[in-house]
């Protein structure tokens, strides 16, 4: 499962190679695109209420929040997000 916005800031980041665009592409075909809710959308709020969080992080933690799924991420910064479970990727 994945929000909308993971695939715009993944497939978004500036020279991605078109061999990095294409691996992207695969994993996210193999997932479903969870679809936006009011629900999701005023946990955000609340979210960049409470921390210093940009609104594509808001959006992305609060779809695994309200989806109920922990959240594969390389960023810690979702850590300061009690409620959120996360699988940290460390590079």
Known sequence: MYC??????LLGKPGIKPTEAK?????LKAA???????DMNELAIVLKQQK???TPDALIAATAITCGV??????????RIKNLDIILIEF
């Open 4 to 9: 909308f916005i993971t695939e715009i800031e």
């Open 32 to 38: 479903t695109k969870v679809t936006h809710t009011q």
């Open 23 to 27: 691996l992207i592409k695969a994993v």
């Open 70 to 79: 922990p959240l594969l991420t390389a960023d810690t910064g979702f850590m």
């Open 52 to 54: 210093t969080i940009k």
